[in-house]
């Protein structure tokens, strides 16, 4: 059976929004390339949109990673499932994430991705929801920020469904 799905941000919000943080992004780069990271799988639908909307020069990468289990979740430690493939020593690294929640995933990637040498290191995230918030973790972008509820669409997911949704919805659960 289909859940129930009540939109919270509209497609054509989405769309808007990723288009001014575009513009904002490039006007920082100007003609430096920014190098994209996309967390998998949620930042993926995010990341091709945005990149479609960024006149500075563009390179891509992707990284997937994930909680080393429920007993070491608290400290914040995440197991790479797949690294990048490329060096980002000396690039202008911008991760780009679909959502930051407790924080926790974000903030020991940066510290990774920190210890690379980047030459700048900032983070753009579709959404945050701040009242979840556990680590500290600064973002230099965000697209919307959401009240505490489960979202999904535009990336995110319930049990791997709902990625494709082209809007932000919220399930309701009977
Ligand atoms: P955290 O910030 O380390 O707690 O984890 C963030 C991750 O949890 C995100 O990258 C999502 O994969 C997942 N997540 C958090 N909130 C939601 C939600 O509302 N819907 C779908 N996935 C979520
Ligand atoms: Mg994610």
């Known amino acids: 059976m289909q859940d129930k799905i009540r939109v919270l941000v509209s497609e054509e919000d989405v769309d808007k929004r990723i ?13 430096e390339t920014v190098h994209l990271i996309c967390v998998l799988k949620g930042g993926v639908f995010f990341m091709c ?12 990468d992707f990284m997937s990673v994930s909680s080393y289990g429920s007993d070491t979740k608290s ?9 990048l493939d490329e060096s980002i020593q000396g ?3 911008l991760v780009v994430e679909d959502i930051i929640d407790s924080g926790r995933t974000l903030s020991y990637l940066l510290e990774i991705l920190k210890s690379r ?12 929801k701040p009242d979840r918030r556990v680590v500290n973790v600064d ?13 999904v669409g ?17 399930i309701e659960f009977e």
Do not use: H, W
């Open 19 to 31: 288009e001014e943080l575009g513009k904002k992004i490039s006007e920082l780069y100007g003609d």
């Open 49 to 60: 949109e945005l990149a479609k909307r960024i006149t500075s020069p563009v390179s891509m």
């Open 75 to 83: 400290s914040g430690v995440v197991k790479i499932i797949k690294d």
């Open 91 to 93: 690039k202008n690294v």
């Open 117 to 128: 040498g980047p030459k700048t290191l900032r983070l753009c995230t579709l959404l945050d």
């Open 139 to 151: 973002v230099d972008y965000v697209g919307f920020e959401i009240p505490d509820e489960f979202v």
């Open 154 to 170: 535009y990336g995110l997911d319930y049990d791997q469904k709902y990625r494709n949704l082209p809007y932000i919805g919220v």
